[in-house]
């Protein structure tokens, strides 16, 4: 079936460090592919998506690329901010049924002054 | 702006107890969802459905059952709360094939 696998957390970094947060999936045919964020007390939002493969979002300074021949979709930001402290979900919507979102685990990352 | 609303924050309810959860969206959106959201686990997916009346099973649906009469209301139903089900419960909705949006989450803890 249909998976998605996130790097283990939590990540601690300085402010203005770099950050990646891997994210591999399984999937049959050409699922659409998300990024989540949750901040602490509230629900999901919507950071970034990317629906075909080489196809890349953005949104805030953060980045990630559709990379069907690794099945990979990696979060990266070049400057993390304290106020990027969060939970970090990766997410895929299989093209066979729309709308049914398949989430990671999460990756809990903190931003340290 | 689109908005997912959620009845409550927080819910303490007794083992045995029924609790409903409430979710309402005003988008038109026909996709509603229920996810359970724990530590380690990430979300993983209850019931689903696609239009009013309609349900499918997700990935957990055991000890759960769901109600949609109306386009806009899809509700989450633990028939006899037990000590395993204390969880954040998020409930979602879209128009296929486009994203999901979230409600605000109900941190349920049965007792």
């Known amino acids: 079936g249909n998976s998605v696998t996130q790097m283990e957390g939590p990540v601690t970094l300085s402010e203005e460090a770099f950050l990646t947060i891997n994210c591999t999936y399984t999937a049959t045919g050409y699922p659409s592919l998300f990024w989540y964020v949750q901040y602490p007390g509230e629900g999901l939002q919507l950071l970034l998506k990317a629906t075909k493969a080489d196809d890349k979002g953005s949104n805030k300074g953060f980045e990630a690329t559709y990379r069907k021949e690794t099945t990979s979709f990696h979060l990266e930001k070049g400057s993390v901010q304290v106020s990027d402290s969060a939970v970090y979900f990766c997410a895929l919507m299989s093209s066979s049924n729309t709308g049914k979102l398949i989430f990671g685990q999460g990756t809990t990352l903190q931003v340290k002054p | 702006d689109v908005k997912v609303t959620q009845s409550s924050r927080y819910l303490v309810k007794r083992t045995g107890e029924k609790v409903f959860l409430e979710c309402v969206q005003d988008?038109?959106?026909?996709?509603m969802f229920w996810y359970r959201q724990d530590p380690g686990l990430g979300l993983r997916l209850i019931y689903f459905?696609?239009?009013?009346?309609?349900?499918e099973k997700g990935d957990i649906p055991e000890g759960y059952s769901v109600s949609r009469e109306k386009k806009e209301r899809f509700s989450l139903i633990l028939e006899s709360a037990s000590t395993n089900q204390t969880s954040m419960y998020l409930c979602?909705?879209?128009?296929?094939?486009?994203?999901?949006?979230f409600g605000q989450g109900t941190r349920l803890t049965v007792v």
């Open positions: 979602a909705s879209s128009r296929s094939p486009t994203e999901a949006f």
């Open positions: 988008m038109d959106h026909e996709n």
């Open positions: 459905s696609y239009d009013v009346k309609m349900k």
